[in-house]
Nanobody
Framework: QVQLVESGGGLVQPGGSLRLSCAFSGTMFNIYLMGWYRQAPGKQRELVADISSVSTGESTKYVDSVKGRFTISRDNAKNTVYLQMSNLKPEDTAVYYC?????????????WGQGTQVTVSS
């Protein structure tokens, strides 16, 4: 069974930075597609960034609104995925969730963390 635990959220002023961490407990971390999602009050959860498995080259993808400001990375030795967030804006305020996904043609394993609050405010 996979468990995900996020950390690193908090209150930051506009223009500031935070680094979120997601610790993966379980086996075979390196085969999972790892992602960060966020959900602001009254809005749907959206994908912020994801990073593919080791075997697929750890390619990254970002939502347009964070390109150039956020960086996702993974440390396969530590079973951890990070989200470095810079030049934060008030509209980045949300609960940020870590996701681990692995699947094939007929099955999918999908796991979520409990979320960490990020608040950008002066």
């Amino acid at each position: 069974q996979v468990q995900l635990v996020e950390s690193g959220g908090g209150l930051v002023q506009p223009g500031g930075s935070l680094r979120l961490s997601c610790a993966f407990s379980g086996t075979m971390f390196n085969i999972y597609l790892m992602g960060w999602y966020r959900q602001a009050p009254g809005k749907q959860r959206e994908l912020v960034a994801d990073i593919s498995s080791v075997s697929t080259g750890e390619s990254t993808k970002y939502v347009d609104s964070v390109k150039g400001r956020f960086t996702i990375s993974r440390d396969n030795a530590k079973n951890t995925v990070y989200l470095q967030m810079s030049n934060l804006k008030p509209e980045d305020t949300a609960v940020y969730y870590c996701n681990a996904c692995y699947g094939g043609d007929t099955y999918e394993y999908n796991y979520w963390g409990q979320g960490t609050q990020v608040t950008v405010s002066s």
